[in-house]
């Protein structure tokens, strides 16, 4: 090989590996939670990332931020709608873009996780998705925030007059603060990332979240009471930034939907690992677990179904209607 063809296979050679690190970092996307590192929204972004990073063949990088370290969800949403955060797992604030979608977390709406599959990732989730296209998100997928139970520090929760005078947080969600208040409880919200200094130093006297959380969040360090109460499913949300997710070629928005479901399976897996986990923890802890009277909850609930749709108008009782009919 002489010198000039020497050069020439080394210049080629540079070209392709420099053709090789462009196509590597097409893309870089952040993405944030509120939930604590080893929780289950963590779990379903990490399998997000995994999936991505694999099928587009390191074109598209994922770092992901946990614990509100890029700010709550209220914060995340409107980063992602200014475009300055790439993917956010939002909760119980989707009613900020889409007031209609605080049916789903109407008290007992769903009966159990087979049910929440056949209506988040059916008909309705699908029109979910054109519903938030409008805000400037992308609705990629779904994943399990879990059904939610009560901790406290006062006393066993059986039925809802159990709540009376219980200083109970909630999220910054009108809607869930009116529940508990119709319960009895004294409610109010506090940033997640504030509640468990909240429950140490009893500025709080209770709290309700998902099992996992109990776990993620060490909950049972600071709560002498949990009462399995399933009071609502909190779905939780995938969203990209409209301007990120218009970026993509057709291939690769591909990838991210899948990836997404893919998320969605991870966070259900970990939810049902942690049903009996968590419990056999808390008690471990020296936490009292109680099954509730879900007969009395449900009584309870029917008045706050009628109050909390009446400004919704025919829509929320379609809504309704249709995602009692899924599944069965």
Known sequence: MNKRTLLTVCAATLLAGLGTSAAAQDFTFRAATIGAPGGI???????????????????????????GALGNQEENIESLQSGTLDIAGIETPIVTLEPLLGVLALPYMFRDRDHVDAVMNGEVGS???????????????????????ITNNVRPINTPEDLRGVRMRTPGSRQRIEIFTAWGADAAPLPYPELYAALQTGAFDGQENPLVEVKSSRFYEVQKYLSLTSHLYQSGYILMSGDSFARLPDDLKAIMIEA????????????????????????????????????????????????????????????IARVQAAGN
């Open 127 to 149: 029109e979910i998705r054109d519903m938030l296209r409008s805000h400037d998100v992308e609705l990629i997928g779904y994943y399990e925030a879990g059904f939610r139970h």
């Open 260 to 319: 997404a479901t893919e998320g969605y399976h991870a966070s259900v897996a970990f939810g049902e690992a942690a049903d009996s986990e968590v419990v056999d923890l808390a008690r471990a802890n020296g936490m009292e677990v109680n099954e509730a009277d879900i007969a009395a909850f449900q009584a309870a609930s029917e008045s706050i179904w009628v109050s909390q749709t009446a400004d919704l108008g025919q829509a929320a009782m379609d809504l």
């Open 41 to 67: 929204q963590e779990a379903a972004l990490l399998r997000l990332k995994e999936v991505v990073e694999e099928k587009s063949g390191g074109r598209i990088a994922i770092t992901i931020a946990t614990g």
